[in-house]
């Protein structure tokens, strides 16, 4: 344990950046009673074992966040840029908190000239408070996970809204597949890829125990998504086809409040902090929303297109998500960069008009 701690008062010199170290502070550790200290080191592993982590850290039990507050609270001001004194989280799903929307708040992107077989991506991440988060599950916990959400799935399945199937990955598992049926859905973009080629989750303890626990259940219409077994216990996935950005929203909103009710202790959540996430870069609503624009003018200039993008509070990513390429015709992926400090409603209402905004700006381009 020492160890540890001497490694991390080093990588704070050596890695300023590395935001876990920064907010290291042995004072606090050394209030701890060892069994915290333990807990508390766990959350640190993986920026401990890699020091050029941009955050270093994540949750390992449901209330980690609470229960480590002093250290989180000042990870989370740091990553996310806030002043918790000055601003609280809060969730807010209701399109009618946001001002300056069109009517009835119909966010319709034909107005500015998108076709209607544009597709639309919300994710969320939700975990069990039933269960340790990911990083500290046993391989039992993990098939449990599994075992847990059959009911839920079930349910899904017998309803004509839904219907669809359970894929696992977990040999001996009713729904179990093999591998070039996992490899299909991951070509599909219906399923997430092994992690354990990302060192971050490894030492974090994340993607241990790979496949076991692992699986997705994909609605007839490919419209809902519930990956279990990810970074976080499920990530909840919205695709729809068309212009109007309340259909992935609603859609995604309603998966989460028929899903929670069927699950025992329901889902994690910090009253300070809001939905609890294993990444801190998550926290507070997890969601992600995001579409594929092709900007060629404006992405002939990357850096500027990227600074403007930003600008709006937006990220820009290639089309393959996460540290990919831009695409071919300037076709871009584009999402709101917060999650943290800002609600559902509000993140929808960035990329409503964000996408309006970066389009009259590449309308403008000569
Ligand atoms: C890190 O700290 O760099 C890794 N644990 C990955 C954090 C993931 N997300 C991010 O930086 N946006």
């Not at 004072?27 to 592993?45: A, I």
């Not at 969601?287 to 297109?305: C, G, V």
């Amino acid at each position: 344990m020492a160890d540890k701690i001497s490694k991390i008062l080093e990588i704070k010199k050596t890695h300023p950046s590395n935001i876990m170290a920064a907010c290291f502070d042995a004072s606090y550790y050394e209030s701890l009673t060892p069994d915290s200290q333990d807990r508390f080191l766990k959350c640190l592993n993986s920026g401990i074992e890699n020091p050029d982590s941009q955050v270093g850290c994540y949750a390992c039990q449901p209330d980690d966040y609470d229960a480590f507050r002093p250290f989180f609270l000042n990870v989370l001001q740091s990553y996310h840029k806030v002043d918790l004194l000055k601003t609280k989280h809060v969730n807010e799903w209701s399109l009618d908190s946001e001002p300056d929307l069109p009517e009835n708040a119909q966010l319709d992107l034909s107005k500015f000239g998108l076709p209607p077989d544009i597709s639309i991506r919300m994710r969320t991440g939700r975990n069990l408070n039933q269960f340790p988060l990911p990083g500290s599950m046993t391989k039992q916990d993990r098939i449990n996970l599994e075992l847990e959400m059959g009911g839920t799935f079930k349910k899904l399945i017998s309803n004509p809204k839904y219907g669809g199937q359970y894929y696992s990955l977990t040999p001996g598992h009713p729904s179990f597949i093999e591998n070039d049926q996992y490899l299909k859905l991951v070509e599909d973009h219906l399923m997430f890829k092994d992690m354990s080629s990302d060192t971050y989750l490894v030492s974090a303890g994340i993607s241990q125990d790979w496949p076991f626990g692992r699986g997705c259940y994909v609605s007839e219409d490919r419209s809902t998504i519930i990956w279990v077994g990810e970074e976080d216990h499920l990530r909840i996935i919205s695709m729809k086809k068309g212009t109007l950005l309340n259909n992935a929203y609603n859609n995604l909103k309603e998966a989460l409040d028929i899903t929670e009710p069927l699950i025992n202790g329901g889902f994690a959540h910090s009253k300070e902090f809001g939905v609890v996430t294993s990444c801190p870069t998550n926290i507070g609503t997890a969601l992600r929303a995001s579409i594929h624009l092709k900007i060629p003018k404006l992405m002939e200039n990357e850096k500027d297109a990227k600074a403007f993008i930003k600008s709006l509070g937006m990220s820009v990513r290639g089309k393959g998500g996460e540290h990919t390429a831009m695409g071919a015709d300037g076709l871009v992926d584009i999402s709101p960069s917060s999650r943290f400090c800002i609600t559902e409603a509000r993140i929808v209402a960035t990329l409503y008009k964000g996408i309006k905004t970066i389009l009259e700006k590449e309308g403008e381009q000569t």
